[in-house]
């Protein structure tokens, strides 16, 4: 079998998968696309082959690609994602789909009159410790599965100069918008991988944030936290976070069943599972500390790639469905791509009205399309200079102050 022919837009983020499909025998990455030199040059440095690098999209998706790693800015994937679909060429999303409910629509629509496999690169839910809680639930020993949680918190001590020149670069940049509810996936993907369940309502409250002196910033989000909860449809609630920044850095899962718990203990691997003791079958403990390892055949190769090995197994999944001609598996495939976008989308919304319930559509039915075919609401600048139609922070008037944007500036 030929290998898979991989280009990769974006040298951010797209380099830590362009890694991890250097060890996969069946591919080969041929391309890159990028416009900034700083990120060319310090992409082709880490890369170490030589690769041609396009600064025209259109030009580096006719350069003979198979598939295309969709790296570029968190808000702008959707219309290069149409495009890969309409030349019939594979794609491995970074992150969301799509930025807007418009955006959902156009993208499914589109992915139906393709051949194109469509995979969002979401490597949370092949985490070790999401692993083998997913494992566990489904062996039944803890019942079905009616509350879940899981948490995404990653604070830092504010961008040095070197971070704001390579990854917010200019005032209008998606990160100085970016809800606190927008980046949802790494905490609602494992809930939504290890249950199955599809959200069908969504509504949130956010955390607003204390923001003393003036830092060097152009972020307009005055939050610290977004906490959103959905009604499932299998009567299951889920309570997770998007992109929260306080207390320590840590990412969480919790799993309650009618017959036990399963979570991680927020610290390496460590699992705790409590199982009522009159549910426990004889000779299981009900109450277990334990450790998992990776039980795999490339274990070594796992353990050497990103975010605990989970960058590996997520690229291998990919190349996997291509060589199998198969869509991924849920949520990992277009329409739990475009779920989990419009729970991020539709949460702020919510809490932009006190924390109103909505429902969430389902992309798979046309009428739920048409509702919002043409609801381009954004908290974002677009690429054309359009304003922002959406405040980005629950404190609607929250601004940088003029110091802060007088030190971000000068850097």
Not at 56 to 80: C, K, M, Q, R, W
Not at 132 to 160: D, F, R, W
Not at 190 to 210: H, I, S, Y
Not at 338 to 347: C, E, K, N, R, Y
Request: proline share 5%; aromatic share 12%; net charge negative.
């Amino acid at each position: 079998m030929k290998k898979i022919k991989i280009g990769v837009f974006g040298m951010g983020r797209g380099m830590n998968h362009a890694e991890s499909f250097l060890w996969i025998n069946d591919c080969e990455v041929v391309a890159f696309c990028e416009q900034r030199e700083v990120m060319i040059k310090e992409g082709l440095e880490k890369f170490g082959k030589n690769v041609p690098v396009y600064s025209d999209f259109d030009e580096f998706l006719n350069s003979g690609l198979d598939a295309v790693v969709i790296a570029n800015y968190f808000n702008e994937h959707t219309p290069y994602i149409i495009k890969c679909f309409e030349k019939n060429i594979h794609v491995f999303c970074e992150c969301v789909s799509n930025a807007t409910m418009a955006e959902g629509v156009e993208l499914v629509r589109a992915h139906e009159k393709s051949k194109s496999i469509f995979f969002l690169a979401e490597n949370y839910p092949q985490m070790l410790h999401n692993l083998e809680m997913k494992k566990v639930i489904e062996s039944g020993i803890l019942g079905k599965i009616v509350y879940a949680e899981c948490e995404y918190n990653h604070p830092g001590p504010g961008l040095t100069k070197e971070g704001k020149t390579k990854i917010n670069h200019f005032e209008k940049h998606w990160r100085n918008f970016l809800p606190r509810t927008y980046y949802l996936t790494h905490s609602l993907g494992p809930l939504l991988r290890n249950t199955g369940a599809l959200p069908q309502k969504v509504c949130c409250f956010c955390a607003k944030n204390e923001i003393i002196g003036d830092p060097a910033t152009a972020s307009h989000v005055g939050d610290i936290a977004a906490v959103m909860i959905t009604q499932n449809n299998d009567g299951s609630v889920f309570r997770f976070f998007g992109h929260s920044s306080f207390g320590m850095e840590e990412n969480s899962s919790r799993f309650c069943g009618t017959k036990g718990q399963i979570e991680n203990m927020k610290r390496k691997n460590e699992i705790r599972m409590l199982i009522n003791p009159w549910h426990a079958p004889e000779g299981q403990d009900y109450w277990k500390f334990y450790e998992p390892e990776f039980d795999d055949p490339q274990k070594d190769l796992i353990e050497k790639s990103g975010h605990g090995g989970s960058d590996f197994i997520t690229a291998r999944m990919f190349i996997q469905c291509i060589k199998e001609n198969k869509q991924p598996e849920y949520p990992f495939d277009i329409y739990g791509s475009t779920t989990m976008s419009s729970v991020g989308i539709l949460a702020h919304r919510s809490m932009l009205e006190g924390g109103m319930p909505k429902d969430i559509p389902d992309f798979r039915k046309e009428e739920d399309r048409i509702k919002y075919e043409n609801d381009r609401l954004t908290p974002f600048y677009g690429r054309d200079g359009s304003k922002p139609t959406l405040p980005c922070s629950s404190d609607v008037n929250y601004k940088p102050s003029e110091e802060s944007l007088r030190k971000y500036r000068e850097i």
